[in-house]
């Protein structure tokens, strides 16, 4: 490769969002920011996605009950059986691709998992490991 064009593709790379992210997941980064949380770690979302919590049923769970412990590929809704498609963005494009569905979901599977709703931080973290790191 010319090495002109090998430092002006390096150079463009270096400046550009990670590679999954989309408007949506940039749009709830800022939410997130604008409800107090900072410094977003994929490492961190990767421990929250498989953090296992006594919920208010008194049941064991985490995003890996129904998700599995590789957001890269499908699940299974505990209850129903239904396969879940990846949630990680580099498995499945048409995931976190919306700012509604992302706060709908966010709000009903924290509360199913955890028994409550993810802070600001959590759901930051954890979109941070689903759009990046894995």
């Avoid at 769970?61 to 949630?87: F, L, N």
Wanted: with cysteine; charged share 25%.
């Amino acid at each position: 490769m010319n090495l002109r064009i090998f430092l002006i593709l390096y150079t463009l790379l270096s400046f550009t969002s990670p590679i999954f992210a989309s408007p949506a997941s940039d749009a709830a980064f800022s939410q997130f920011k604008t409800e107090g949380a900072s410094n977003f770690s994929a490492e961190h979302g990767k421990l929250l996605w498989s953090d296992e919590v006594i919920n208010k049923d008194g049941e064991k769970r985490s995003c890996t009950t129904c998700h599995g412990p590789d957001p890269r590929k499908s699940g299974m809704h505990a209850t129903t059986k239904k396969v879940i498609e990846p949630m990680a963005v580099s498995a499945n494009a048409e995931r976190l691709t919306d700012l509604k569905k992302m706060d709908k979901w966010f709000k009903r599977n924290c509360d199913w998992a955890w028994g409550r709703e993810c802070t600001a931080q959590e759901k930051g973290d954890i979109l941070k490991f689903l759009t990046g790191s894995n």
